[in-house]
């Protein structure tokens, strides 16, 4: 199987407040809408996030924990900023992680956590549990 593209979908009664934070926060663009669903896609990659109404025949509400979406950017920092005085709500304030990730975490209006990290090196603990997985 070759994956072209990869979305997630969010069963919420929140379309527009969701819509509205992926686009002007992370520059998602809509591709669909209507009253029950609406599908963003990334931009300049083939990835997308998608909300849905529950009341559809196959859906259930999203009960707002247990999904993270994760961001990969070229400056944690700068997006930290740029979001903090967009007046976005830090879950998390920004921090370097053992594991190699420089990151913060804030939510969208569903309760989903959106992780913004950029790679940094981990520390010689990870690396060398990295390196055991690595193929010669």
Same mark, same amino acid.
């Given at each position: 199987?070759? %994956? ?5 979908? %969010?069963?919420?009664?929140? $379309?527009? !407040? ?11 663009? $809509? /591709? ?5 669903? %609406? ?49 976005? !709500? ?14 913060? #975490? ?7 956590? #959106? ?13 060398? /549990? ?5 193929? /010669?």
């Amino acid at each position: 199987m070759k %994956i072209k593209r990869i979305d997630a979908t %969010i069963g919420t009664e929140k $379309l527009v !407040e969701s819509k509205e934070f992926y686009c002007k926060h992370f520059g998602f663009e $809509l /591709v669909y809408e209507s009253d029950w669903y %609406i599908e963003l896609i990334a931009p300049d990659m083939p990835a997308g996030i998608s909300f849905i109404k529950p009341q559809r025949d196959a859906g259930e509400f999203f009960g707002g924990s247990g999904i993270i979406v994760s961001f990969e950017v070229d400056d944690a920092d700068a997006e930290f900023r740029r979001l903090t005085g967009e007046g976005v !709500e830090i879950c998390q304030d920004l921090q370097d992680k053992p594991w190699g990730e420089r990151s913060f #975490v804030v939510n969208d209006p569903n309760g989903v956590h #959106v992780y913004v990290y950029k790679s940094i090196p981990p520390t010689p603990e990870y690396k060398a /549990v990295y390196d055991s997985f690595k193929k /010669v």
